[in-house]
């Protein structure tokens, strides 16, 4: 099973007018609220220093986007850039994970907001951590989040969105498979009566590092607890600005969200612009069940 490319891609490209997305544009979150497609996504400009900017569509193609960003650099920790933001709505409120990069590495942090422009910083998660996301619902009364202690993919639970405990491994790269060196999760896991079909990136060191897209299939009470994970990627470089761009071979996505039971999914071409590719929620959730 692969994702099918949307035409008119890539449908997300960096605006020369605005010195601090003149560059790149790429790893962006989206949700559906209201009828509309929602992006915050990461942008550099010369400095490379990443900032976080606001577009809508009512199609997920055609954007319509502010001039500024709607989150900047403002901790120690952010001094580099603000990058690679997720973004979930649980009980009204919306949360968006992201990693701050300083001259320290990177730190995973939270924010929220309640209109998706403008947003609160929340109490920091952890250094060297990036890759998290919020599922959108609590399980077992508490908050779960998806992260990365490197290489591996975790889970964690928190009653509070500010103290996680409870922290176990998910799961690990593959020796010898397309996703050996590292993995990460992609966008929000999805909710089915099945599981929670959760989109990830992989990396292996063929032709530099390669990253892909995969999937699997987390069970619904417990997703620490995997119930299958399909063999093959779904989503693997092939178009020149998807290998050509500021990091080479590269689809990265941090958003999947799901509309009339079709799933789409957005990610960063080669660091440098944004892709779409979709699928039916059904037929990806049967490959993350049987692939």
């Not at 891609?9 to 601090?20: G, H, R």
């Not at 996680?164 to 992609?186: F, N, Q, S, Y």
Request: charged share 25%; proline share 7%.
């Amino acid at each position: 099973m692969e994702l099918k490319r949307h035409p008119q891609n890539p449908v997300f490209m960096p605006n020369p007018m605005n010195d601090w997305e003149a560059l790149n544009v790429f790893n962006c979150a989206v949700v559906h609220h209201n009828g509309l497609f929602h992006m915050l996504y990461r942008a550099q400009g010369r400095s490379y220093t990443s900032y976080i900017g606001y577009a809508v569509s009512a199609d997920g193609v055609e954007w319509k986007r502010l001039d500024k960003p709607v989150m900047s650099p403002e901790l120690p920790e952010e001094s580099r850039g603000v990058e690679d933001p997720r973004v979930v709505e649980v009980d009204g409120t919306f949360y968006m994970t992201y990693a701050a990069y300083g001259v320290n590495g990177s730190r995973a942090m939270l924010a929220r907001s309640d209109n998706l422009i403008t947003w609160e910083r929340m109490k920091p998660f952890e250094w060297d951590n990036k890759d998290h996301v919020i599922f959108p619902r609590k399980i077992g009364g508490r908050y779960v989040m998806l992260h990365r202690r490197p290489p591996d993919i975790w889970i964690g639970y928190s009653d509070d969105m500010e103290n996680w405990t409870d922290h176990k491994v998910v799961m690990k790269p593959r020796p010898g498979t397309w996703e050996d060196l590292k993995i990460g999760a992609a966008g929000p896991p999805i909710y089915t009566d099945d599981g929670w079909v959760l989109i990830y990136h992989g990396v292996n060191q063929d032709n530099g590092r390669t990253y892909r897209l995969g999937v699997a299939l987390l069970d619904l009470e417990d997703p620490s607890k995997v119930i299958n994970r399909a063999r093959y990627p779904i989503l693997e470089p092939e178009e020149t600005w998807e290998h050509r761009g500021d990091v080479p071979h590269v689809v990265f996505s941090c958003a999947n969200p799901v509309v009339d039971g079709t799933v789409y999914v957005f990610y960063g071409g080669a660091d440098r612009v944004i892709g779409l590719a979709t699928c039916s929620l059904e037929e990806l959730k049967d490959y993350a069940a049987n692939g």
